[in-house]
């Protein structure tokens, strides 16, 4: 049974803001999901005001309070360098009919500039978030030992099942994923209805190619909005090591002019719902994400290098991932044209195996899909990652402002 919880004083004693030795100080999980690691926080506790709520996130996580510093360490909060270390998730619960389930903002930081990105969701940090929910005392096991929430994530609408099973000691099953050393529990993630969660279709330009400075690109819009390209279109075999593409210069500025001008084509828009501009695609830290492809060596069924888009990635993004598999299932796409193996959609709803190889190992996804009369349907995309709780506690937010101190203490000390 799930337990639905309107404010803080229905959760576990202590869990409140509190004022110690001088600083206001807010409880926190620090956890890892997948191969992301960030902070979960409890919303009620937080300000309502959206600048004092954001004023909180950056000093949280150590970004700057306003503006940028290049070369920012962030070892004044728990944010660490990269976008995949520098996420918030702010979480929640709602009655859906007799039951309860989560509901997840994510928000996305970046170490040099104050910046927050509300746009997207996390699929490697969605992992974390029943677990979360267990340690709140949320969520219960069945009678089966067998953990499950849905999620509703505000940043895209998508709602996620979120599995976890134990036995009969309270021990979860654990699970080795790429990119994380040793056994975890195992989370296993449902996509249901991903298709055009920023864009509204599955084609957001409406063509399976499009042409941008002369190269050929497919944007497609499953769980999250990306650009894939050929690697041998740009000069590369798309299993060069990550470091070494994000070095090149010259390659990094085209691939920064293909997701500007693609997010154009796709008619992306900010969170306020305004059409992103040339130079907000060309500074987002989310969206469009961004890869090339290759042919696969290590006996998955496609290779990829993954860009999110700013910086590389160690691996390959889940929300990305299924936005990849789907992209391979789809005649025509640039994935498509380079997968090898996979099972060719039929007319009735089947579930398709896409192992995609990256930097880290092999990421394996499950795409439940029909394609009829040349139209791809995809109804749901799962993926298995592991999670764990790496802190909790109280976080000191030192040199807080004093309507910041109010917010969440109640009163001006």
Not at 16 to 35: D, F, K, W
Not at 241 to 258: E, G, I, K, S
Not at 300 to 305: D, E, P, Q, S
Not at 323 to 342: D, E, Q, S
């Amino acid at each position: 049974m799930n337990r639905f919880v309107a404010t803080t004083a229905d959760l576990q004693p202590g869990w409140q803001s509190r004022c110690r030795l001088g600083s206001v100080e807010i409880p926190a999980h620090y956890m890892r999901g997948g191969t992301s690691t960030g902070v979960v926080l409890w919303e009620p506790l937080l300000p309502a005001d959206s600048v004092l709520r954001e004023q909180l996130l950056r000093q949280l996580m150590g970004v700057p309070a306003v503006g940028s510093y290049a070369g920012n360490r962030q070892i004044t909060g728990l944010g660490r360098g990269p976008a995949t270390s520098n996420k918030v998730f702010v979480m929640n619960t709602e009655r859906v009919g007799d039951g309860v389930r989560l509901i997840s903002t994510l928000a996305q930081l970046a170490s040099d500039h104050a910046q927050i990105d509300w746009s997207v969701n996390c699929g490697n940090m969605s992992s974390a978030l029943l677990l979360w929910a267990l340690d709140m005392e949320l969520v219960e096991a069945s009678a089966s030992g067998l953990c499950e929430v849905d999620i509703r994530n505000t940043n895209t609408g998508v709602i996620t099942t979120a599995r976890m099973q134990r036995d009969a000691q309270g021990r979860f099953t654990e699970s080795a994923i790429p990119g994380v050393l040793g056994e975890y529990p195992a989370v296993d993630l449902f996509l249901h209805a991903p298709v055009g969660n920023k864009t509204g279709a599955l084609l957001p330009t409406g063509a399976v190619i499009d042409r941008i400075e002369g190269i050929e690109v497919s944007c497609v819009d499953v769980a999250v909005p990306m650009v894939i390209v050929e690697a041998s279109s740009l000069g590369k075999t798309g299993h060069e090591p990550v470091a070494t593409l994000a070095a090149d210069q010259a390659f990094m500025a085209t691939l920064r002019t293909l997701w500007t001008q693609a997010g154009l084509k796709m008619g992306l828009r900010r969170k306020d719902g305004v059409l992103m501009t040339a130079a907000e695609l060309a500074r987002s830290e989310t969206i469009p994400k961004i890869c090339i492809v290759a042919a696969p060596r290590d006996g998955g069924n496609i290779a990829v290098r993954y860009f999110t888009p700013q910086t590389g990635h160690a691996s390959m993004a889940v929300s990305g991932g299924c936005c990849l598999a789907a992209a391979c299932l789809l005649p025509g796409t640039t994935a498509h044209r380079v997968a090898l193996g996979i099972a060719t959609p039929g007319v009735s709803l089947m579930d398709i195996q896409v192992s995609i190889e990256n930097p880290a190992g092999r990421l394996d996804t499950t795409v439940v899909a029909a394609l009829d009369a040349g139209h791809l349907q995809i109804h749901s995309a799962a993926y298995r990652r592991s999670t764990q709780v790496l802190m909790r506690g109280h976080v000191p937010l030192s040199g807080a402002s004093s309507e910041l101190r109010q917010a969440l203490l109640g009163v001006r000390s």
